[in-house]
């Protein structure tokens, strides 16, 4: 009897084996959403990304641009869920770079077609993300000195990679979900404190996130070290997730440096309008002056004894 239930099982288990191996990855593939997005590749490289046009495009003003970096495994339509409502009630682009390098997990896009979750690489996708970057300002007039970074779990790692490589780039840095493990950050100590110079951050992990809840205070205590102009939030009962306990202070602080921009971009505008008006009433300040110094050069050379000693004699 106990024979029999034992082969019972192993044949079950074989069935299952069986189509585990011989039906296609598409019967348990998980569907994403492109969520209003276009899909590109970069003129350099073939990298694919997500990019969300503001809902009003204007192609003779310039924008804001938010770069959102996926988790690992991820892909760029997950990217673009997070932000996406955001981004288009504030009129901005959102950029989602999706990680070159797969990890065999298949997913369904919208056209029916197959594609690969990918994970980042640290050391190595640094330049594959700035490339895209470079090919999106190359399509579309983005403001330079108003892109904002943001990252999710190892998103928010790869993040701080791009700020030790581009300390001058962006404008805000919001990063949630990972941490520095025993408060010793992935990457140079003098890059992370050269970026605190330029860039605002703000850093969340929920209290129940296994991964990152741990490594919060000591990531704190580091970032603040640093110098960085800090935001947090510590939510209780939050995992590995982006709820709005997380969300809405992130975007708060994000708008608070949005209206500094503005006013800053306003000052620097009237500044130098009043610096255009300065030098142009000192253009006409040189220009009288030169006229008058050339009229009176002349009339001094009329008036001197060279010119009277050389004046023809008169006609007798």
Known sequence: M????????????????????????TAWASR???WGAQEF??????????????????????????????GSPGCASHAIYQYRLEAQQRDVFLLAPQAPETDGIAYIRPDGRIDRYGFWNMRMD???VLTVLEDVQGRYPIDRNRIALLGFSAGCKMGWYLLAARPKLFCFFGGVANGFKHGHPPVSLKALRLAARHVPHFYAAGQADPFAGPMFYGTV?????????????YPVGVGHDLPPSIKTPLLAFLDTVRARQRREGIRQGENSQALSRSAAHSRQAVFFVAACDLMLSG??????????????????
């Open 126 to 128: 640094t330049r594959a």
């Open 2 to 25: 106990d024979r029999a239930i034992w082969r019972g099982y192993g044949i079950i288990g074989l069935t299952l084996l069986f189509l585990l191996v011989a039906l296609p990855q």
């Open 299 to 316: 009339w001094a050379f009329f008036r001197s004894p060279l010119r009277r000693r050389h004046r023809a004699p008169p006609i007798r």
């Open 41 to 70: 590749y970069t003129r350099k490289g073939h990298l694919r990304y997500l990019l969300l046009r503001p809902p009003h495009y204007d192609p003779h003003r310039t924008y804001e641009l938010w770069v959102n970096l996926h």
């Open 32 to 34: 994403e959403s492109f």
């Open 221 to 233: 205590r580091r970032l603040r070290a640093c110098g960085f102009e800090l935001r947090t939030a």
